[in-house]
């Protein structure tokens, strides 16, 4: 039952789906209130506010998957003023101890808050990031469907005709892919006949995927210079580097509290892994792998361009370090350098429009 008095605040828990939310309100002693299921509608998340706030003052609520299934009830949320804290999912040995339904994991999600396990700032997916985001999602899968194209087209010509497959054997991708395309796309059954056909309707499928990719490049690399102007200019960093950066921080960097819990993010951060006498670090094996991979080409660039990390190179060498742990160190300092540069940019852009919110 709602509660009898409207200022004793509450907080709001919700495990995430696809077609509903299951919601669960408690205390701040802990005690669940009540607990329900929601449409994943429009009017469904209004239902769900007006349920939630009719048990007191709600400001804060914890919602499962806000990347995902929970990403529009999230903005929901917080264009009512809610706090919004990403959660995780109950460990398994808490699964273990009660089991799992959508309510226990519901009323997890608010104690989560409640109990300060869960800190994390959701994303706000609302901005430039979330459009670069889909940009980069819509290529990956563009490249993946070329690949694939590719080597269907290489396997199919291993077994073609031997003049056809002589003919093309010398050329170089971008010369094959147009000669195949340029076949004389016969109307026989024969398997001669039937390979060619394959053979240009892969052609034609490869260099319109090549098209879709050159188109997304541009977007992702125009997206970057109009939202972070000067971050491209820092050397090594290109457009797919910068936009896995970028989507990592999220349109709301300021979730982060510092450069550290962004290297952290990124997987840069060393790893305590010291016992008993001995004291070491080791490689962090968590975090956002895009971002971290993204590090890993701006250092190599470096290490081949740069004269201070190719100095820093051989000074840590001359230290005893190997390879491996001075890249770690330098990713760590990149890092710090594009994390620093992203916020000064956010900061700059938010003092030149007042308008525009932090999301």
Known sequence: MPADSDDEEVLLGVDTHKD???????NVLGTTLD?????????????????????GTLRRAGVECTGSYGAALARHLRAEGIDVTEVNQPDKAARRRRGKTDAVDAEAAARAVLSGRATATAK?????IEALRLL????????????QAINQLKSVLISADAA????????????????????DDSRGDCPADTARHVLKLLADRIQHLTEEIDNLNK?????????FPGLLDTHGVGPDSAAALLISAGDNPDRLSSEASFAALCGTSPVEASSGKT??????????????????RIVLSRLRWDDRTQEYLRRRLSE???RREIIRCLKRYVAREIYRLITAIRTAVCHADPDRTAG
Do not use: M
């Open 136 to 147: 980069k999602l819509a290529k990956g899968s563009a490249i993946k469907s070329r690949t």
């Open 219 to 227: 977007r992702i690399a125009a997206g970057v210079k109009a939202h």
């Open 279 to 296: 004291q070491r670090r080791r490689l962090n094996r968590g975090g956002d792998r895009q971002a971290n991979a993204a590090l890993y």
């Open 124 to 128: 706000t997916s609302d901005g430039p």
């Open 20 to 26: 509903f939310h299951a919601a669960a309100v408690v």
């Open 35 to 55: 607990g329900r299921t929601f449409p994943t509608t429009t009017e469904g998340y209004r239902q769900l506010v007006a349920w939630a706030l009719s048990f």
């Open 164 to 183: 056809l497959r002589e003919s093309l054997a010398s050329l170089s991708n971008p010369h094959l892919f147009k000669r195949c395309a340029d076949l």
């Open 320 to 322: 005893g370090k190997t």
